[in-house]
T-cell receptor
């Protein structure tokens, strides 16, 4: 199983809503990532979890709150978002973050629209 | 931190021609260089990668070359086909510090039948 599964695929939310994005992998990977991708732009790193601990927060606004309940799951909690937060949110996982780098597998993404 | 620059931003070739995309990176500690292909509305998918102890790697019609001294690496696609049309991203990961993918800005490849 080389799949990273994200739910939901599409999400429309109002600026006062609270919602969560979910990501799951069963490859035994110990590093998990959230990326944000705007149209015609590369993925932009938001958060990295390594062995279920937050290791990188790329100065993301607090209206985005990540959570890693266990080694297979990664959530992104959303609250009081702005229309400019509309984007494709990609989850990825890799074996670990040790020296040398390893292949990162991406989920299909959640297309988020904030209205 | 790492900065990856990618050129060209768009590339149009005739079917059967070759395509070359070039990237440069800034962090000399970077040792892993993957290339991702992203079709419209889909996830980025790894197509080939190279590590700093290797100068060239080939997989069928796709090859990647790395010049660590000059800090640049390139993707070569030969005998292009319409299904190669997509956005291609190069990336780099350093061995120290911020060990996560930093992407180039992307190249939109259009293969004309």
């Amino acid at each position: 199983d080389t799949e990273v599964t994200q739910t939901p695929k599409h999400l429309v939310m109002g600026m006062t809503n609270k919602k969560s994005l979910k990501c799951e992998q069963h490859m035994g990977h110990r590093a998990m990532y959230w990326y944000k991708q705007k149209a015609k732009k590369p993925p932009e790193l938001m958060f990295v979890y390594s062995y279920e601990k937050l290791s990188i927060n790329e100065s993301v606004p607090s209206r985005f709150s990540p959570e890693c309940p266990n080694s297979s799951l990664l959530n992104l909690h959303l609250h009081a978002l702005q229309p400019e937060d509309s984007a494709l949110y990609l989850c990825a996982s890799s074996q670990d973050r040790g020296p040398g780098g390893t292949e990162a597998f991406f989920g299909q993404g959640t297309r988020l629209t904030v209205v | 931190g790492e900065n990856v620059e990618q050129h060209p931003s768009t590339l149009s070739v005739q079917e059967g021609d070759s395509a070359v995309i070039k990237c440069t990176y800034s962090d000399s500690a970077s040792n892993y260089f993957p290339w991702y292909k992203q079709e419209l509305g889909k996830r980025p998918q790894l197509i080939i990668d190279i590590r700093s102890n290797v100068g060239e790697k080939k997989d069928q019609r796709i090859a990647v070359t790395l010049n660590k001294t000059a800090k640049h690496f390139s993707l070569h696609i030969t005998e292009t086909q319409p299904e190669d049309s997509a956005v291609y991203f190069c990336a780099a990961i350093p061995d120290t510090g911020r060990r996560a993918l930093t992407f180039g800005s992307g190249t939109r490849l259009q293969v004309q039948p």
